[in-house]
């Protein structure tokens, strides 16, 4: 079990490019989360996904999309990135049997200058 | 609204010594849960232990205990026997209840921890 992978690790964009990152779970888990965290803070909450299919807005959406077409991927899509989206970028899933632990992937640290 | 509050920016603590990290919530809702994760310098988040509202019992995994007072809306990680691996910034986050069971996250800010010999 690789567990929650994503790509990549690091990643510099310069204001306005787009980019996707890319999340990927083995277990089989149906909720996934995409999290982000700036310098000094705790994760906040950006989109999540209950199942193929289904997503919804966090806490800090804007600037961000996702989708859900399998149960295993959760890609977090950029558009015209700005300088405010610079920040580790987690994600998380969870099985619907577990209790309640959210496993988190090593993160993409993400620069836009 | 809810919410996590960790007051502590750093503590020190001698290795082999036991230490405290305070954690205080704020919650309307009578089902919750209450996590504290660790995230070494590496970066990863790494789950350590999870307390439910209801749980009659103070939630423990190894050297962590969770002191849960749910008067006082308190649930602080106790760490005991420190050691220098413990060096981490610590996380508490709560769960926030959902008729979907979605189970979103609201951390706090964090705690740095640093043991020394």
């Known amino acids: 079990n690789a567990g929650v992978t994503q790509t990549p690790k690091f990643r510099i964009l310069k204001i306005g490019q787009s980019m996707t990152l890319q999340c990927t779970q083995d277990?089989?888990?149906?909720?996934m989360y995409w999290y982000r965290q700036d310098p000094g803070m705790g994760l906040k909450l950006i989109y999540y996904?209950?199942?193929?299919?289904?997503?919804d807005k966090g806490e800090v959406p804007n600037g961000y999309n996702v989708s859900r077409s399998t149960t295993e991927d959760f890609p977090l899509r950029l558009e015209l990135a700005a300088p405010s989206q610079t920040s580790v970028y987690f994600c998380?899933?969870?099985?619907?049997?577990?209790?309640?632990?959210?496993?988190f992937g090593p993160g993409t640290r993400l620069t836009v200058t | 609204a809810q919410k996590i509050t960790q007051t502590q920016p750093g503590m020190f603590v001698q290795e082999k010594e036991a230490v405290t990290l305070d954690c205080t919530y704020d919650?309307?809702?009578?089902?919750?849960?209450l996590f504290w994760y660790k995230q070494p310098s590496s970066g990863e988040m790494i789950f350590l232990i999870y307390?439910?509202?209801?749980?009659?019992q103070n939630a423990t995994e190894g050297r962590y205990s969770l002191n849960f007072q749910k008067a006082r809306k308190s649930a602080n990680l106790v760490i005991s026997a420190s050691q220098l691996g413990d060096s981490a910034m610590y996380f508490c986050?709560?769960?926030?209840?959902?008729?979907?069971?979605?189970?979103?996250?609201?951390f706090g800010t964090g705690t740095r921890l640093q043991v020394f010999p």
């Open positions: 986050a709560m769960r926030e209840a959902s008729l979907k069971n979605t189970d979103k996250l609201i």
């Open positions: 998380a899933s969870r099985g619907a049997a577990d209790t309640y632990e959210q496993y």
């Open positions: 307390q439910g509202s209801y749980d009659q």
């Open positions: 277990m089989n888990h149906n909720y």
């Open positions: 919650t309307s809702d009578p089902s919750y849960g």
């Open positions: 996904s209950v199942g193929a299919g289904i997503t």
